[in-house]
């Protein structure tokens, strides 16, 4: 509870902050959200987040983002043919550090996350992508998702045991109503240490109704080629404050 608590008053703060239309000093400039994520097996997960961008040049810059997940979803242990259903609570933290590069028509972000929570948690996240406009309506976007998970997050009665997931991701991203609104297809692939394969699409919209403000909503459609604990619909949607 206390964490929660937190976490939650850490937010507040960044939001009561960046409601300002200065920058926290000449060259810092806070930010801040909150994600929510619904779906197969009651999954539900809810992410406040905080972070702080710093101009690096006219055309980069870094952000230091810190996340606070907080996770809950249904499962079932199967004991001499009886069915035993549970719920699993987990919470964990999300440090972040990202580059973003603009120039011209091009961009290009590259993202290095470390985690750590419940039941000694760990977990390192390497994400890049590179995106073009083209025309003044579309920008096309893809890159890769590395991610290192050492936990019993997902498997609970089971031992620990560290898996490395490899994902390729892209995207379009389509003004409907230019700098305001936009339509945002994206799809990933991806494959484990443990030879699982399984792939995501998505369609999402994007909304920016007054600078800073950004909101997206997102149907996605996950399916796993063996195993299918958590193949599903997920909806996702977000409030964002960007300076």
């Known amino acids: 509870m206390k964490t929660r608590l937190l976490g939650l008053g850490i937010v507040i703060l960044a939001f009561i902050t960046a409601g300002g239309e200065k920058p926290l000093a000449a060259a810092v ?22 972070a702080l961008r710093f101009p690096l040049s006219g055309n980069a810059s870094f952000l230091l983002k810190y996340y606070h997940h907080r996770l809950r979803y249904d499962y079932s242990v199967y004991f001499e043919d009886n069915v035993f259903p549970k719920t699993r609570d987990a919470s964990f933290s999300n440090i972040t550090g990202a580059l973003f590069i ?9 993202a290095l996350s470390f985690l750590s ?13 590179v995106s073009r406009k083209i025309g003044k309506r579309i920008e096309v976007e893809g890159g890769i998702y590395l991610f290192r998970e050492s936990s019993i997050l997902w498997f609970p ?14 995207g379009v991203k389509i003004g409907l109503i230019p700098n305001k609104l936009f339509l945002h297809p ?23 109704p007054k600078h800073p403000f950004y909101v997206t909503a997102d149907y996605y459609r996950y399916a796993e080629a063996t195993v299918y604990r958590f193949a599903g619909d997920y909806f996702s949607m977000s409030l964002n404050i960007y300076y």
Do not use: C
């Open 186 to 208: 994206k799809f990933h692939f991806y494959r484990n240490s443990d030879h699982v394969k399984a792939s995501s699409y998505a369609i999402g919209l994007a909304f920016a």
């Open 117 to 129: 929570g419940t039941d000694s948690y760990q977990g390192l996240i390497f994400d890049a992508e």
């Open 29 to 50: 400039f806070p930010q801040a959200g909150f994600e929510m994520y619904l779906g197969a097996n009651r999954l539900r997960l809810w992410k406040p987040w905080v």
């Open 157 to 170: 009665d089971d031992p620990k045991r560290t898996i490395d997931l490899y994902s390729l991701k892209g």
């Open 102 to 110: 603009q120039k011209g028509r091009m961009s290009g972000s590259a």
